[in-house]
């Protein structure tokens, strides 16, 4: 199973940036051990603070890959363009979140993207990405062996 998790603007300042809302880890220093936690899966990983570069990583593995954990950060709430790469793709994916929109401000708790996904998930911090590569994970068909 391959899976893509897709970051947008700012997401590279995980760690130091608004400790109290976002955490204190950096995504670079969780992608190790969540790619622990799912040895069968191949999980790669992409950010970019730049909308057109999130468009493109959409484009490009929107009809291969088995699924996209997507963090599009402020575009979450502006980017139409993002919601149109999210409907144009055949790849299912799921818009997580840090921290939980519906307790922040009004504008954060308006999501453009979240119709075109699966499902969504915030408020875990960085744990929003285990739990979305667990459900992504959790639809891959298993092998079952016999015993004769």
Known sequence: MQLLILNGPNLNLLGRREPGIYGTRSFDDYLPELRAAF???????FQSNHEGELLDKLHEVGYTYHGIVLNAGGYTHTSVALADAVA???TPVIEV??????AREDFRQRSL??????????????????LA????????????????
């Open 97 to 102: 979140h840090l921290s939980n929109l519906h």
């Open 39 to 45: 040895p069968e899966v191949t999980i790669e990983y």
């Open 88 to 90: 144009a793709i055949n």
């Open 113 to 130: 993207l979240g119709k075109h996904c699966v499902g969504s998930i915030s408020g875990f911090k960085l744990e929003s990405y285990r």
């Open 133 to 148: 590569v667990q459900y992504f994970e959790s639809l891959r068909p298993r092998r079952v062996g016999f015993k004769v």
